[in-house]
């Protein structure tokens, strides 16, 4: 059985930083798409960032716009952990943020309906 954990998330004023971490077990996490979602209060669930796996040794990243240039996702596959460095925060950043895990390899953006496994989701909150 596939488990992701959060951790992480916090009160930061705007400008500030954080970083989030999501550690992975019950899956070869090496062979996995691992991605980046959060859903505002109110708002439909979004994608912020993926690092997906190519089917080889090579990994690609991908950025919501909203986030490209501030935030970095990396991941550790000896650790099994994927990670969301977000720099210059802003108060519309403020969100639940999940971690989500897929089987499909490729490029490009994470799909909400592709991943087969999530985590409970780490509150992040930017004050002004």
């Known amino acids: 059985q596939v488990l992701l954990v959060e951790s992480g998330g916090g009160l930061v004023q705007a400008g500030g930083s954080l970083r989030l971490s999501c550690a992975a077990s019950g899956l070869t996490f090496s062979r996995y798409s691992m991605g980046w979602f959060r859903q505002a209060p109110g708002k439909e669930r979004e994608f912020v960032a993926s690092?997906?796996?190519?089917?080889?040794?090579?990994?690609?990243?991908y950025y919501a716009v909203a986030v490209k240039g501030r935030f970095t996702i990396s991941r550790d596959n000896a650790k099994n952990t994927v990670y969301l460095q977000m720099n210059s925060l802003k108060v519309e950043d403020t969100a639940v943020y999940y971690c989500?895990?897929?089987?499909?390899?490729?490029?490009?953006?994470?799909?909400?309906?592709?991943?087969?496994?999530w985590g409970q989701g780490t509150q992040v909150t930017v004050s002004s």
């Open positions: 690092i997906r796996w190519s089917g080889t040794s090579t990994y690609y990243t």
């Open positions: 989500a895990a897929t089987q499909t390899s490729g490029r490009g953006p994470m799909s909400s309906w592709e991943c087969e496994d």
